[in-house]
């Protein structure tokens, strides 16, 4: 079974719903991080969390929040989606050791029309 | 601010043909330099750590090397298979801020 799994895999949907994205980790890491990827922009950080009691935000906060409901899950969502929130979304976690490699989930593709 | 530039953009190579990506960064004290693989529409997959200058790591058909203000991806007699964009990032000394990353290298390996 994967190590972190993100769910749904893939979405699409209108301007204006609201969305969540659901990111699920058996690492027993404490960091989990939000990404976005849109092509030839590389990875740009949504919001990221180092232990369950705290929040931060990345360089690209607006338009969404998160939850980090337990230190195994972390969820991002899109308050009321538009269509330049197109992409494919990324959780990832690390252990916050003395080298935080961070590990990566397969992503969620998003379209919103 | 911690920075990370990685060259080329896109580089495609015949099988066989060996060459090298480059990541040029500034950090405010490295603590590790972090090559990572992605393939399309899927999560980077971790390759490497590098801690400092003079290091090297293999894997494979690759290696990777540090120096002081910039790291190499070496990809000996590449294949069809190791097409995909090549991430690097680094970690500052500090440790409380997340990994800072670089726009990626595209390879691609033609038969």
């Known amino acids: 079974d994967a190590d972190v799994t993100q769910t749904p895999r893939n979405r699409i949907t209108k301007t204006g719903k609201r969305i969540m994205l659901e990111c699920s980790q058996t690492k027993g890491h404490d960091r989990m991080y939000w990404y976005r990827q849109d092509p030839g922009l590389g990875l740009q950080l949504i919001y990221y969390?180092?232990?369950?009691?705290?929040?931060n935000k990345g360089e690209i906060s607006d338009g969404y929040s998160v939850s980090r409901q337990a230190q195994a899950k972390f969820s991002l969502s899109l308050e009321s989606a538009i269509p330049n929130q197109t992409a494919l979304y990324f959780c990832a976690t690390s252990a916050g050791a003395f080298t935080d490699t961070q590990y990566f989930g397969p992503g969620t593709r998003l379209t919103v029309l | 601010e911690d920075q990370v530039t990685q060259s080329p953009e896109a580089l495609r190579l015949q099988e066989g043909e060996s060459s090298s990506l480059n990541c040029s960064y500034t950090?405010?004290?490295?603590?590790?330099l972090f090559w990572y693989r992605q393939d399309p529409g899927k999560g980077p997959e971790f390759l490497f750590t590098?801690?400092?200058a003079g290091e090297e790591k293999e894997k494979e058909r690759l290696k990777a090397t540090l120096t002081k203000k910039e790291s190499f991806l070496h990809i000996t007699a590449p294949k069809p298979e190791d097409s995909a964009t090549y991430l690097c990032a680094v970690q500052a000394f500090s440790g409380n801020t997340p990994l800072v990353f670089g726009k990626g290298t595209r390879l691609s390996v033609i038969a």
């Open positions: 969390s180092f232990d369950v009691k705290d929040i």
């Open positions: 590098l801690y400092s």
């Open positions: 950090v405010s004290g490295l603590r590790g």
